[in-house]
């Protein structure tokens, strides 16, 4: 059965600070991997997604994930976070006819 | 293109009641999934569809229905509603790989229940 575990429900980072949000997650057959990103009473918006091919993934505003198979990990980084990061974030995997996500991790960032 | 909508925004309903949310995209797209958000638990996925005429049960679908009698609407019917079914309800659509992969979801604004 699919399934996605985020750690971390909450983080918070200085603005200007490198940031990493975790991502693990189960599947029994070569994973499609997303992240997606959801701004206080709005809908979510993909940031960047891993289907094949290099294992390092650049994304909408200056986001990046790196899958690692050995680790069934796809982490979130970001070098430099802006206040405007501020949001939940998603990671969700497939496969398939479906998509699981997993329970977010809210981003706070500090002055 | 105005992408995915949901009708509507904001609903209370009582103990009992029935209604349908509504969710409508104009990208043509093959797949269709209605989700709820309640807080902790991400998204969770109550049904889907891959095509007109051919839904699935998705983690949650107890007390749901659904049909797709068109490849623009996917409306989800709450047949008589619960204090449980409160929640947070998103409808996406995407397309699907050459393989048959869910690709990336394009995903409406929202609907809010409230079920006192």
């Known amino acids: 059965a699919q399934s996605v575990t985020q750690p971390d429900i909450h983080i918070t980072v200085s603005e200007g600070a490198s940031l990493e949000l975790r991502c693990n997650y189960s599947?029994?057959?070569?994973?499609?991997l997303f992240w997606y990103v959801q701004s206080p009473g709005q809908g979510l918006q993909l940031l960047l997604k891993y289907f094949s091919g290099d294992t390092l993934v650049q994304g909408i505003k200056g986001f990046e994930a790196e899958f690692k198979r050995s680790q069934s990990s796809f982490n979130l980084r970001k070098p430099s976070v802006h206040w405007s990061d501020a949001a939940e974030y998603f990671c969700a995997v497939g496969g398939g006819f479906k998509t699981i996500f997993g329970a977010g991790t809210r981003l706070f960032v500090k002055a | 293109n105005a992408g995915v909508t949901q009708t509507p925004k904001f609903q209370v309903l009582k103990t009992g009641q029935s209604m349908t949310l509504q969710c409508a995209q104009d990208m043509n797209h093959e797949y269709m999934s209605w989700y709820r958000q309640d807080p902790g638990m991400g998204l969770r996925l109550i049904h889907y569809s891959v095509g007109a005429g051919i839904t699935d049960q998705g983690e949650v679908p107890n007390g749901y229905n659904v049909s797709r009698s068109t490849t623009e609407d996917f409306p989800l019917r709450l047949l008589s509603a619960a204090p449980s079914q409160t929640s947070v309800y998103f409808c996406?659509?995407?397309?699907?790989?050459?393989?048959?992969?869910?690709?990336?979801?394009?995903f409406g604004p929202g609907t809010r229940l409230l079920v006192l």
């Open positions: 996406a659509s995407s397309y699907g790989t050459s393989g048959g992969v869910q690709e990336t979801q394009y």
């Open positions: 599947y029994g057959a070569t994973p499609y």
